[in-house]
């Protein structure tokens, strides 16, 4: 009896386990910024067919079970294993750009961190939400793009020649960034995933389901999510800039080679930002509307969107997605986003004095020695109560 009702449990589990699964968002992939994946190559084909057998998982397999991988991205990571390094390292990149730019604001990114696992900050298309989605396909573009011109990844190369002619004493050459290739790799990563999303909803509105409110909002939010995606593509594309190097006779610059690079991650997420402030809201019944034409024309493709208002994040409130501002590190010679009056919303702060320990007045001896004293500074910081 007892081995029944577990059994029950069992099942009633696995189900609800499977709707968790199956409700994807396909920024989960993040959390490969946590993973210790080995992506060696080598050692995959050495171990190519006998995976089971031996003991050993592909790395794939585990990323989908452990990082939030849906299907379509494990099957894009088993035919295409050596772009997953660089997949990872976008992941860390676009947690790391989006924490840098959001640094100093009551809400910091810090629920990038907790993918595969999202709190409602991100999955109730705000526009933080938004600007997750943008900073993720576009790290990933950039990254890929990268990869590609330093010739880490085999499968791409170069960015083609520019259209626009030769000038004088200037020439195409070097090795571009390829955001083309880049870009459609990313869209197939990640769009697809939404993509999924909308066929799902496609089929429960045939069968006339009434759905929860949570639940479509959902899907609808995938057409906000497949939108943003873009917006982030294109402020890659667009930032390609031309970096020339000369050649000629004793420094001279007589012959200069040129090529389209990409600028630093910082410079892009920082363009995403004014996105994000002026992003436009979209209402379920727009979405509804252009839904005949995919969502293409939500909104102008250099705009990001978002369906629900976000709270002010200065209270603590999970429902939302909300972490508040309290024991937040204030600056109270500013007077911006981080001084004491905003971040702390108006309830005031307490000065804490923190003891830092560091090693200084370091000292060379003999060749190779260094020795170091210990150092107790007192430094005063600002804490939102
Ligand atoms: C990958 O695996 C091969 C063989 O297993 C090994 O020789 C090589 O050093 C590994 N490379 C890296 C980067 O770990
Ligand atoms: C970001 O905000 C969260 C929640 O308020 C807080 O726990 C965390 O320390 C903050 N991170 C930084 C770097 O300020
Ligand atoms: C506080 O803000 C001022 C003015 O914006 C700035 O110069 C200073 O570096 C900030 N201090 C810290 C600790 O961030």
């Known amino acids: 009896m007892a081995f029944q009702r577990l059994w029950t449990l069992y099942f009633c589990f696995f189900i609800f386990a499977v709707y968790l699964l199956d409700t994807v968002e396909s920024i989960k992939w993040l959390s490969l910024q946590h993973s210790h994946l080995n992506w060696n190559v080598s050692s995959i084909n050495n171990n190519h067919g006998r995976g089971i057998r031996s003991g050993v998982r592909s790395p794939c397999t585990l990323a989908r079970r452990r990082y939030g991988l849906v299907k379509i991205q494990a ?84 960015a083609g020649r520019p259209n626009s002619p030769n000038v004088e004493n200037f020439q195409w050459g070097g090795c571009g960034d390829n955001v083309r290739w880049a870009s459609q790799f990313a869209k197939r990563f990640i769009d697809n995933v939404e993509k999924h999303n909308l066929i799902k909803k496609d089929k429960t509105k045939r069968a006339k389901d009434k759905e929860e409110n949570i639940k479509v909002l959902k899907d609808d939010a995938a057409f906000a999510n497949l939108h943003n995606n873009r917006v982030g593509r294109k402020v890659i594309s667009l930032n390609l800039r031309t970096q020339c190097k000369c050649h000629g006779v004793s420094g001279s610059c007589n012959i200069k080679t ?128």
């Open 75 to 158: 099957k894009l990571c088993r035919s295409s294993m050596e772009a997953m390094p660089h997949i990872q390292n976008a992941a860390s990149l676009a947690a790391d750009t989006c924490r840098k730019v959001f640094r100093d604001r009551r809400w910091n990114c810090s629920s990038i961190t907790t993918a595969p696992f999202l709190t409602p900050d991100l999955t109730r298309a705000t526009r933080e939400q938004a600007y997750v989605y943008a900073i993720s396909s576009a790290a990933l573009t950039y990254t890929l793009a990268k990869a590609c011109s330093s010739g880490n990844l085999h499968q791409c190369t170069c």
């Open 258 to 385: 040129c090529w389209k690079a990409l600028p630093s991650i910082v410079e892009i997420g920082e363009q995403l930002l004014q996105k994000y402030t002026t992003a436009k809201e979209v209402s379920k019944t727009m979405v509804d509307r252009f839904e005949v034409t995919a969502g293409k024309k939500l909104a102008t493709s250099d705009q990001l969107v978002y369906m629900s208002k976000s709270p002010d994040y200065c209270t603590k409130d999970e429902k939302l997605g909300s972490f508040g501002t309290v024991g937040r590190h204030c600056n109270v010679s500013s007077t911006n986003l981080d001084s004491c009056r905003v971040l702390c919303c108006g309830r005031g702060y307490q000065t804490v004095v923190e003891e830092k320990i560091e090693r200084c007045q370091c000292k060379f001896y003999n060749c190779c020695y260094v020795k170091c004293k210990i150092c107790r500074t007192m430094t005063q910081v600002y804490e939102c109560l």
